[in-house]
């Protein structure tokens, strides 16, 4: 199975620029997707296909990276943007990463 | 609009059979295929199974052995059936509009294994 590796948590304050990585244990291209989750709610699709913003998604999310090294880039951030970021991929099979926990001062 | 309901029981005995229905609406399930995703509490999603548009089924080799995915185009249906459920089994599961990432989610279904 491709690992996904993410660091647990960060904390920034409103209207900093925040990067949230998400390393792969092998190359999944660009195979991978960022979601947002909140508290007692399901997941929320953010980017696709490792750079393309879903459709509803703020600009201020944006996402980069190929082959194994990947980032989320919310710039800037905003009090509500306070969740978890989980990593997937879809290049071999189907994983997600364990999630970054976003905290906003 | 796009929507998925996920429904079953939220309470299963060890070594029972767990059974779950998503119930899709504004989208046909000959067109897109759907996905069963499972999140234990404070921890990451775990993606279980695809039942793919044109009828075929994918399944996490790590759960193979124990699920089945079905559906019942008729009434825009998806079935999940995993048997022998232990404790860690218990957490909340979604069903999610597939196209390889998850872009609808239904709200899930919170099922605990303990007797």
């Known amino acids: 199975d491709t690992v996904l590796t993410q660091s647990p948590a960060l904390a920034v304050s409103p209207g900093e620029r925040v990067t949230i990585s998400c390393r792969a244990s092998e190359s999944v291209s660009t195979g991978m997707h960022w979601y947002q989750q909140k508290p007692g709610q399901q997941p929320k699709l953010l980017i696709y296909?490792?750079?393309n913003l879903e459709s509803g998604v703020p600009a201020r999310f944006s996402g980069s990276g190929s082959g194994t090294d990947f980032t989320l880039t919310i710039d800037p951030v905003e009090a509500d943007d306070t969740a978890t970021y989980f990593c997937q991929q879809s290049w071999n099979d189907l994983t997600f990463g364990s999630g970054t926990k976003l905290e906003i001062k | 609009q796009v929507q998925l309901k996920e429904s079953g029981p939220g309470l299963v005995q060890p070594s029972e059979t767990l059974s779950l229905t998503c119930t899709v609406s504004g989208f046909s399930l000959t067109s897109y295929s759907v996905s069963w995703v499972r999140q234990p509490s404070g921890k990451g999603p775990e993606w279980m199974g695809r039942?793919?548009?044109?009828?075929?089924?994918a399944y996490n080799s790590a759960l193979k052995s124990r699920l089945s995915i079905s559906r019942d185009t008729s009434k825009n249906q998806v079935f999940l059936k995993m048997n022998s459920l232990q404790t860690d089994d218990t957490g909340t599961y979604y069903c999610?509009?597939?196209?390889?990432?998850?872009?609808?989610w239904g709200q899930g279904v919170m099922v605990t294994v303990s007797s």
């Open positions: 999610t509009r597939d196209l390889t990432c998850f872009d609808y």
């Open positions: 039942m793919w548009y044109d009828g075929d089924t």
């Open positions: 296909g490792a750079s």
